[in-house]
């Protein structure tokens, strides 16, 4: 019997326009779906991945909603994502396909991995890749992340503040994803490096209420999806 294909697909930061051709075809036709959603601190969260495509899905498609702990200890997390491979194998077992949403890219951040990671051993498997929220909220501040032969570093926010300070004395762009409670933290330190005149706040990317300031401007308290971005040094790739 055929073995369905598991499809991690990146469904963009926000803004369903930004969904890829193949993305829009692959979910507006499956027979099955599949998407994480957080059980955090203060309750249960809807999925902001199908949120994203909550009109182009089709009406009588099978949903496997995969709920996941928002805890820094992994232990329950892995065994949601052991119970949500299991369901998804069991629709594949039967030849079905499964197409599972991903906020922003599959691959950068994405709790799809941990999926892939149980699967794609014994089923075919197929990425297809999103606009990931780094280059959203560069779009929303209007500003280059790096040129010519700069670097750009990707971080967690959530990492060690010795790691973030290393990294980010590197030079080049940057990216600090995952904000949250960390704003006060990263403000802090990026102030001190003196980096604070290239940095921005980004909120919500291409959604609508979006927010793109400096970062000296950003709000007190900032959401888990939010980053900062520190724009990279090259005088001729900026505005006077």
């Known amino acids: 019997m055929r073995l369905g294909t598991?499809?991690?697909?990146?469904?963009g930061?926000?803004?369903?326009?930004?969904l890829t051709l193949k993305a829009h075809?692959?979910?507006?036709?499956?027979a099955t779906i599949a998407y994480l959603a957080?059980?955090?601190?203060?309750?249960?969260?809807?999925?902001?991945?199908?949120?994203?495509?909550?009109?182009?899905i089709p009406a009588g498609a099978c949903e496997i909603e995969i709920r996941t702990p928002m805890?820094?200890?992994?232990?329950?997390?892995?065994?949601?994502?052991?119970?949500?491979?299991?369901?998804?194998?069991?629709?594949?077992?039967?030849?079905?396909?499964?197409?599972?949403?991903?906020?922003?890219?599959?691959l950068l951040y994405g709790s799809f991995m941990y999926l892939l990671a149980r699967l794609s051993s014994r089923f075919p498997a197929a990425i297809v890749p999103g606009v990931a929220s780094p280059m959203a909220a560069a779009a929303a501040v209007q500003r280059p992340l790096v040129a010519r032969d700069e670097p750009l570093t990707i971080l967690p926010s959530t990492a060690d503040i010795e790691m973030l300070e290393t990294r980010l004395r590197l030079?080049?762009?940057?990216?600090?994803?995952?904000?949250?409670?960390?704003?006060?933290?990263?403000?802090r330190l990026i102030t001190r490096l003196g980096l604070l005149d290239r940095a921005y706040y980004v909120e919500?990317?291409?959604?609508?209420?979006?927010?793109?300031?400096?970062?000296?401007?950003?709000?007190?308290?900032?959401?888990?999806?939010?980053?900062?971005?520190?724009?990279?040094?090259?005088?001729?790739?900026?505005?006077?």
């Open 71 to 106: 805890r820094a200890a992994r232990a329950e997390a892995q065994t949601a994502y052991d119970r949500g491979a299991a369901e998804i194998a069991e629709r594949l077992e039967t030849g079905q396909d499964v197409v599972v949403l991903c906020e922003g890219d599959p």
């Open 25 to 30: 075809r692959l979910i507006s036709s499956a």
């Open 38 to 56: 957080a059980d955090a601190s203060d309750g249960p969260r809807a999925s902001r991945a199908r949120r994203i495509v909550a009109d182009i």
């Open 6 to 11: 598991i499809y991690g697909v990146g469904v």
């Open 13 to 18: 930061p926000g803004d369903p326009e930004l």
């Open 204 to 240: 919500a990317a291409t959604e609508a209420g979006e927010i793109a300031v400096p970062l000296a401007e950003a709000p007190e308290t900032a959401p888990y999806f939010s980053m900062i971005l520190v724009v990279g040094e090259d005088p001729h790739a900026h505005a006077h």
């Open 171 to 187: 030079g080049g762009g940057a990216a600090l994803m995952k904000l949250g409670r960390r704003l006060p933290d990263i403000k």
